[in-house]
């Protein structure tokens, strides 16, 4: 399969609600954090997001946390 051309992919993962595992879509995203108060330049971190294709249930999981 040669390589998509977007960041939409799909794997199969498993999901907690579906108890099994399913086919996801996954999606990067960027989200703006501030989740520092102290520090007022907002970090942009990049999610990976994960759709469950079954039950719907998405999770996100921060990339930088390895
Ligand atoms: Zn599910």
Known sequence: ?????????EVTEE?????????????????TESTKPENRAYSREPYRV????????????RMNDA
């Not at 399969?1 to 992919?9: E, F, G, K, Q």
């Not at 086919?23 to 995203?29: A, D, L, Q, S």
């Not at 994960?50 to 999981?61: F, I, N, Y």
């Open 1 to 9: 399969m040669p390589t998509p051309p977007a960041v939409l992919t």
């Open 50 to 61: 994960t759709v469950c294709q079954r039950c719907e249930t998405e999770r996100a999981q």
């Open 15 to 31: 999901c907690p609600a579906c108890g099994r595992e399913t086919p996801h879509t996954v999606r990067i995203e960027i989200r």
